[in-house]
């Protein structure tokens, strides 16, 4: 199983940036889809999540700026960042719950994807 993340960028703040993240490989299903990310000199933090069935998760932080999807068929997710702040810049990995097999589960990574919000 592998994730493939892409859509960061260089944005203004205020501006927007949408992120997705493609599950491929041995998969029988997928349970919570996250996203996480990590600034310099701090811990890796999650940002938002949507499990199988539709809930959803936000860091506070992000909350009314930041929305997550995720697209079964396509074994993807996504992140729409709106309204994006300096503090908003890191390095974003999106994170699965996979199902390998009827008796293989385990948490993937995606290779991490970077955004930078600066004038």
């Known amino acids: 199983v592998q994730l493939q993340a892409c859509g960061g960028g260089l944005v203004q703040p205020g501006g927007s940036l949408s992120l997705s993240c493609a599950a491929s490989?041995?998969?029988?299903?997928?349970?919570?889809m996250g996203w996480y990310r990590q600034a310099p000199g701090k811990q890796r933090e999650l940002v938002a999540s949507i499990t199988s069935g539709g809930s959803i998760y936000y860091a506070d932080s992000v909350k009314g700026r930041f929305a997550i999807s995720r697209d079964n068929a396509r074994k993807s997710a996504y992140l729409k960042m709106d309204r994006l702040e300096s503090e908003d810049t890191a390095i974003y990995y999106c994170?699965?719950?996979?199902?390998?097999?009827?008796?293989?589960?385990?948490?993937?990574w995606g290779q991490g994807t970077k955004v930078t919000v600066s004038s």
């Open positions: 490989g041995s998969i029988v299903s997928i349970n919570v």
């Open positions: 994170n699965m719950d996979i199902m390998s097999t009827l008796w293989s589960r385990g948490q993937y």
